[in-house]
């Protein structure tokens, strides 16, 4: 049992670089969230999808989009990176009246 | 704005109880959860309470809460080197999603 899954685990990119984080998870769960985790603070929510076809915008949104493309899969993309969005990415997911659940992360440095 | 608040670090013997506070804001809190982070991976669920409890044991952990308070605690018994990692603090309301709101972390350090 896979639980949620991310990929890649690391990533360097320069400035101005797009690229796309992937999550899946094998828990038939509806929601799905991303978070960056920066130190000294807790995570915090980027984008979230309550269920398959839906995302809404989280506490800091600015600088990403995501796709929800179906109930298993919930992807972030960053369209022209920048040095600001250097983190640690978690993605989540969730079932009816349970707890989330994270991936390991997806750590990524913009140089 | 809904804030969660922890200690940054603490230190305990090998052996001794580590007991971890949080104080949260948000009186409409309905989950409070206590998540733990080993260097380099991802957050494991440790446990959680319902706001309408006060207490919640599991093995070597034990939950209080106070709801009157705000403030939320996570005791380990015999604490063990392999317990060393960052602990945080999470707060659910009952919204739609679920959303949670992090504490910054308690870096728990575990010496012989």
């Known amino acids: 049992n896979a639980g949620v899954t991310q990929t890649p685990k690391f990533q360097v990119l320069k400035t101005g670089q797009s690229m796309t984080l992937q999550c899946a998870q094998d828990?038939?769960?509806?929601?799905m969230y991303w978070y960056r985790q920066d130190p000294g603070m807790g995570l915090r929510l980027i984008y979230y999808?309550?269920?398959?076809?839906?995302?809404d915008k989280g506490e800091v949104p600015n600088g990403y989009n995501v796709s929800r493309l179906n109930k298993r899969e919930f992807s972030l993309r960053l369209e022209s990176a920048a040095p600001s969005q250097t983190s640690v990415y978690f993605c989540a997911s969730r079932g009816t009246a349970m707890p989330q659940h994270f991936g390991d992360g997806t750590r990524l440095s913009i140089l | 704005g809904e804030d969660v608040e922890q200690s940054l670090f603490l230190s305990v013997r090998e052996g001794d109880s580590s007991v971890i506070n949080c104080t949260y804001t948000d009186s409409s809190s309905t989950y409070l959860y206590w998540y733990k982070q080993e260097p380099g991976a991802g957050l494991q669920l440790l446990t959680y309470?319902?706001?309408?409890?006060d207490m919640k044991q599991d093995q070597r952990l034990t939950v209080l809460l106070n709801k009157k308070d705000k403030h939320l605690s996570l005791r380990i018994a015999d604490t063990q080197t392999g317990d060393s990692a960052i602990y945080f603090c999470?707060?659910?309301?009952?919204?739609?999603?679920?959303?949670?709101?992090f504490g910054a972390g308690t870096r728990l350090a575990v010496h012989p």
């Open positions: 999470a707060e659910s309301n009952s919204g739609g999603y679920n959303k949670l709101i």
């Open positions: 309470i319902f706001s309408n409890m």
């Open positions: 828990m038939n769960h509806n929601s």
């Open positions: 999808s309550a269920s398959e076809g839906t995302t």
